[in-house]
């Protein structure tokens, strides 16, 4: 078919109001959500990396909490999230690494945070962290055994005795909570903790493990 481009003679006048438009008739509408939600991601980012620099102030962890609670799974897209930056977050803050693995539980990179978590050096905050997991967590029991084991391995390395006796009791305090909280069974490495009770057996911490593994072993009987 052929179109004719010969004109008729008649044109319909609202067809051409979008050529010379009334300024008049219309009003510019702006979403101003977009920079509040850019705005408060841009400061979450800013509080998951001060976070691994130095302790939060209670009001900068409590909105890292809720914004966890109420968005988690933005905020797993942040590289401040990756696993290499749990070892930072459980030194500075370990209450944010608990709830931030308890987030994750569910998730395949869980694992790769369980490892990371068992090869870091031993310290308070380290343990606070595993003890807290496993109050809400039902862990691999591989994961329980082995960083028990690392965390004994870890005082039999230590030289300084001052500082190897405070870990021993710090050890001893974990073992004890997870033991009471039939977090780990304790048959399965029953052997390594009398052992590492009976090496120190002058810290009164371990000699209360000890007497509990052996209640433990009479109750079995």
Known sequence: AVVSTQSTGYYDPDELL???PNDNDYTFAMDTNINTELDKTGELRKLFIL???QVLEPRQYELLKQELCEGGEALQNLSSLSPSALPKLVDKNP????????????????GEYLTILLNMELSLHSMEVVNKITANLELPPQFI???IRSCITSCTNITDKSTQHRFVRLVCVFLTALIRNQVVNVQDILIEIQAFCIDHSRIREATGLFRLLKSLDVKEI
């Open 145 to 147: 055994h082995l960083y």
């Open 95 to 110: 209450s944010l690494a608990v709830d931030i693995l308890l987030l994750l539980a569910q998730t395949q990179q869980f």
């Open 51 to 53: 976070a691994q620099r």
């Open 18 to 20: 979008w050529l010379c």
